[in-house]
């Protein structure tokens, strides 16, 4: 008598073969996260299901194109933007892009994570290993393209903390426009958020200067947090995880 595991066969077969749909139409409702096997999502095709298993396609299931998604992440300091590479200590962002990690907040249109969401997944606005905050990770070409052809025109804030005595009218030096080594760069916004903090509001200059900015003002930039970019904030996004951008967001 044939063994259980010899009696299970693809799930998208299965299901072509349950709902008299092709094997791609199949397969794309599964990707789509569309297909529960005994009331779990399960959305590999290849996966395999045996015959007293219960294979349903949810309500609302369609074949329209697969939206493609874009995750804020609140990355904890130290955590690169990039793979670390086979063999390389160190932690990346990307490892935290799993449904685990799914902040629960408070989302009007909330969505069901499928494995799809975090294929492809590109990041946009770079920020350094030892900076932390808000970072964008997408699928969506057109906000890839936006975020990147766009990005001098996009403001972004983030939180320093330094060390030292600022010079004398250094606020009114940044928003004048500070020289930095015969350079003058655009006029920044800065306010003090307690006696170790300033908040910048960038525009036009890369967060990579903001060291070179705190120490022309006799400040020690100790660490870094990017709370919005544009009109996306951190939020009370916790540290280490991550939600959707929502359909009515813009940045």
Same mark, same amino acid.
């Given at each position: 008598? =044939?063994?259980?595991?010899?009696?299970?066969?693809?799930?998208?077969?299965?299901?072509? %073969?349950?709902?008299?749909?092709?094997? *791609?139409?199949?397969?794309?409702?599964?990707?789509?996260?569309?297909?529960?096997?005994?009331?779990?999502? #399960?959305?590999?095709?290849? $996966?395999?299901?045996?015959?007293? #298993?219960?294979? $349903?396609?949810?309500?609302?299931?369609?074949?329209?194109?697969?939206?493609?998604?874009?995750? @804020?992440?609140?990355?904890?300091?130290?955590?690169?933007?990039?793979?670390? *590479?086979?063999?390389?200590?160190?932690?990346?962002?990307?490892?935290? !892009?799993?449904? *685990?990690?799914?902040?629960?907040?408070?989302?009007?249109?909330?969505?069901?994570?499928?494995? &799809?969401?975090?294929?492809?997944? #590109?990041?946009? @606005?770079?920020? /350094?290993?030892? *900076?932390?905050?808000?970072?964008?990770?997408?699928?969506? $070409?057109?906000? +890839?393209?936006?975020?990147?052809?766009?990005?001098?025109?996009?403001?972004?804030?983030?939180?320093?903390?330094?060390?030292?005595?600022?010079?004398?009218?250094?606020?009114?030096?940044?928003?004048?426009?500070?020289?930095?080594?015969?350079?003058? @760069?655009?006029?920044?916004?800065?306010?003090?958020?307690?006696?170790?903090?300033?908040?910048? /509001?960038?525009?036009?200059? %890369? =967060?990579?200067? @903001?060291?070179? +900015?705190?120490?022309?003002?006799?400040?020690?930039?100790?660490?870094?947090?990017? !709370? &919005?970019?544009?009109?996306?904030?951190?939020?009370?996004?916790?540290?280490?995880?991550? &939600?959707?951008? #929502?359909?009515?967001?813009?940045?």
């Amino acid at each position: 008598m =044939p063994s259980q595991d010899s009696q299970a066969i693809r799930l998208s077969k299965r299901l072509a %073969s349950d709902i008299g749909c092709s094997r *791609a139409e199949a397969e794309h409702y599964i990707d789509a996260g569309f297909v529960t096997v005994d009331g779990q999502v #399960q959305d590999t095709p290849g $996966a395999r299901v045996l015959p007293d #298993q219960t294979v $349903a396609l949810q309500p609302g299931a369609h074949l329209r194109p697969i939206q493609q998604v874009t995750l @804020l992440l609140h990355k904890p300091a130290g955590y690169s933007l990039r793979p670390v *590479a086979p063999g390389q200590k160190g932690d990346s962002a990307l490892d935290l !892009l799993v449904p *685990a990690h799914l902040a629960d907040v408070d989302t009007p249109q909330p969505m069901v994570p499928v494995s &799809r969401h975090f294929r492809h997944q #590109q990041f946009v @606005l770079p920020m /350094a290993r030892a *900076a932390s905050g808000l970072v964008v990770f997408s699928q969506d $070409a057109r906000t +890839i393209r936006h975020l990147t052809e766009d990005a001098g025109l996009i403001e972004q804030e983030f939180l320093a903390e330094v060390r030292g005595q600022m010079i004398d009218d250094g606020l009114a030096l940044l928003a004048n426009g500070l020289y930095i080594d015969g350079d003058r @760069l655009p006029p920044l916004k800065a306010s003090w958020q307690n006696e170790t903090h300033l908040r910048f /509001a960038l525009k036009r200059v %890369s =967060p990579d200067w @903001l060291a070179a +900015i705190c120490a022309e003002l006799g400040l020690e930039l100790v660490g870094l947090k990017r !709370l &919005r970019i544009g009109r996306i904030s951190l939020g009370k996004l916790p540290l280490g995880q991550w &939600r959707y951008l #929502q359909g009515y967001e813009r940045f």
